[in-house]
T-cell receptor
Framework: QKEVEQNSGPLSVPEGAIASLNCTYSDRVSQSFFWYRQYSGKSPELIMSIYSNGDKEDGRFTAQLNKASQYVSLLIRDSQPSDSATYLCAVNNARNEKLTFGTGTRLTIIP | ETGVTQTPRHLVMGMTNKKSLKCEQHLGHNAMYWYKQSAKKPLELMFVYSLEERVENNSVPSRFSPECPNSSHLFLHLHTLQPEDSALYLC??????????????FGEGSRLTVL
């Protein structure tokens, strides 16, 4: 079982719609969860972090965490073509303080 | 210069060559990292340096040799590489070596091709 699992996509979403990106993780003691965005040919950049169950909103982005289900998601409202990128889910393993990344989901926003 | 800079951006080398990748961070961070990014694979952590001391070596083959002369600079020395080592090598830094905030600042990467 992969430690952090994401659907690789590609996920195509019409402009203006909600894009929903999902991530599951295997280590129950994980405490911190992050979403990185990586544009083609560029390096990853942190866009969201979440530490407790529930929703966290930042502009058009909402991170959702459910520790019981070991599930974290990222919603992007009013999707824009500039949101087209690969989104990497990352989980901090509290035992060894390492970030474990998923393979990423490639998102394409269709104008 | 700001952020994390890496050179060279692209590198082609034969299996018998010796080359080095360079990383410099201008953020005053305490930890620096080398990651390998291959197609359809998760980012793989290779090495971690915290306050210039290596704290992680993730079972990386000895043909990769890191060097951290000070808290701002990180090198990855390469020798007798294999074609499967072709990948994007990303350098990153963080203020918090424990990564509690999870915030890594990445360089633009060095795209390595081994012939």
């Amino acid at each position: 079982q992969k430690e952090v699992e994401q659907n690789s996509g590609p996920l195509s979403v019409p402009e203006g719609a909600i894009a929903s990106l999902n991530c599951t993780y295997s280590d129950r003691v994980s405490q911190s969860f992050f979403w990185y965005r990586q544009y083609s040919g560029k390096s990853p950049e942190l866009i969201m972090s979440i530490y407790s169950n529930g929703d966290k909103e930042d502009g058009r982005f909402t991170a959702q965490l459910n520790k019981a289900s070991q599930y974290v998601s990222l919603l992007i409202r009013d999707s824009q073509p500039s949101d087209s990128a690969t989104y990497l889910c990352a989980v901090n393993n509290a035992r060894n303080e390492k970030l474990t990344f998923g393979t990423g989901t490639r998102l394409t926003i269709i104008p | 210069e700001t952020g994390v800079t890496q050179t060279p951006r692209h590198l082609v080398m034969g299996m018998t060559n010796k080359k080095s990748l360079k990383c410099e961070q201008h953020l005053g961070h305490n930890a620096m990292y080398w990651y390998k990014q291959s197609a359809k694979k998760p980012l793989e952590l290779m090495f971690v340096y915290s306050l210039e001391e290596r704290v992680e070596n993730n079972s990386v083959p000895s043909r990769f040799s890191p060097e951290c002369p000070n808290s701002s600079h990180l090198f990855l020395h390469l020798h007798t590489l294999q074609p499967e080592d072709s990948a994007l090598y990303l350098c990153a830094s963080s203020q918090d070596p424990g990564l509690n905030t999870g915030e890594l600042f990445f360089g633009e990467g060095s795209r390595l091709t081994v012939l």
